[in-house]
């Protein structure tokens, strides 16, 4: 039996296909441009001079999509000017006629405050009464403690001058009573303390109640003078001063009322009250009626002892006023 191809099946022959035989090509094929996993390389069919290919390795640029590369700049130095003008400043100020012009201007300058400091404030008057020293300090208060055996109470001059109190022990002074006056703040807060009585407002409320009393004191004398007629050689700083020598013996009245109470207090009030008023009868006297002087009448006279009185006299009571409330 002869097999014969012709004898296959009859017909028109049919193509197979393999499904994989489009898409692998064969190297000598080109390549079908509609071929979606077609890879084209970037820099192919563009030319490099229209800016869309970006080099490797390089950073994006910072505006659009020309790549310009950034110049560096040094950093500005905005305070040249300033620096330039302190150090101009600094020279001129170093040169010497500037320096001299400076110094007498302020030198003008002080003198004309201290001229209208001094209009209201006597500055030089107040260096009289503070020319002290210890043994002045110590002794001026024994003579307030014991005034009794003192003979001699005139003040002594030096061409028309009072001599200071330094060295004169019967000048008064404002460096005792200025230093009674803070003593007795702190005394008093002292006191108020032992007592649970102490607020930080009391210290405050006790030195402007003191100030308040001491000015109207002052003012009282100054008035009583000028009603009287009476003419002396007392200065407001000298009734300030002999005024002030109370708080000598306010402290003193506080500090014994520490351990002995109100019985100590008293005591040593009424004491130094005793004391304190021969000093001021003894002092003012040689101030507001000096010896032979024949212009001075009788009645004058009368006058002038009443007001010598009056200040001695109301020295005790304003001492209690001070102090009583406090123990």
Sequence with gaps: MNYSHSSARRGKPKRLLDPSAGISASPSMPQSPYMYNQQVPLNNSIPPEYGFNVPEQQSPPAYGFNSVPMQSYPPSNNHGGEYSSQQFTTQFLSQPIVTDMAVQYGNALVGTGKQQFEKYVPV?????????????????????????????????????????????????????????????????????????RFTPEQLGILASSALAWGVIELLVHIVTL??????????????????????????????????????????????????????????????????????????GNKRRLYFILFVAGIQPALMWWLSYHLV
């Design 226 to 299: 000028y009603v009287t007629n009476i003419d002396t050689s007392l200065s407001t700083l000298d009734l300030l001063a002999y005024c002030g020598y109370k708080y000598v013996g306010v402290n003193a009245a506080l500090f014994f009322s520490l351990p002995f109470g109100r019985f100590g207090y008293y005591i040593v009030l009424l004491y130094y009250s005793g004391s304190l008023a021969f000093v001021l009868l003894r002092s003012l006297k040689l101030r507001v009626i000096p010896q032979n002087h024949s212009s001075y009448t009788a009645s």
């Design 124 to 196: 030089t008057a107040l260096k009289y009464y503070f020319a002290v020293d210890t043994d002045y300090v110590f002794a001026k208060l024994a003579l307030l403690f014991f005034p009794f055996t003192h003979k001699d109470w005139s003040v002594k001059y030096e061409q028309d001058v009072p001599l200071q109190p330094r060295y004169e022990r019967n000048a008064p002074d404002m460096y005792i009573p200025t230093m009674a006056f803070l003593t007795y703040v702190v005394l008093a807060g002292l006191v108020l303390g032992t007592q649970e």
